[in-house]
């Protein structure tokens, strides 16, 4: 299993921004995938969070109305939409998923496989 997360990007307040991770090397979709953070000086956090599906997800209560997380199995492709960026977004994220599980989760140790991360800065 390869996540590979890419989108990330230098964008002012209030812009918007599309993060990718495509997982190569399994053939399947049946497991749970998420995002999460980390800023600088800051330990990671919990983002959003999808269900093999598709049909459930979870946000964090910062992103929650302003980011959309999706997914397309048929290109084993999960997504993070991000409007109305602030500040307070700049991290690096990370995309994550789960081993075997179906259901989304908010902890960091329900995923097993994580992406490499992709820097996204927020300019004032």
């Known amino acids: 299993v390869q996540l590979q997360a890419c989108g990330g990007g230098l964008v002012q307040t209030g812009g918007s921004l599309r993060l990718s991770c495509a997982d190569s090397g399994r053939t399947s979709s049946n497991y749970a995938m998420g995002w999460f953070r980390q800023a600088p000086g800051k330990e990671r956090e919990f983002v959003a969070t999808i269900s093999w599906s598709g049909g459930t997800t979870y946000y964090a209560d910062s992103v929650k109305g302003r980011f959309t997380i999706s997914r397309d199995n048929a290109k084993n492709t999960m997504y993070l939409q991000m409007n109305s960026l602030k500040p307070e977004d700049t991290a690096v994220y990370y995309c994550?998923?789960?081993?075997?599980?179906?259901?989304?989760?908010?902890?960091?140790?329900?995923?097993?496989?994580w992406g490499q991360g992709t820097e996204v800065t927020v300019s004032s």
């Open positions: 994550a998923a789960a081993a075997t599980s179906l259901l989304p989760s908010r902890r960091y140790n329900a995923y097993k496989y």
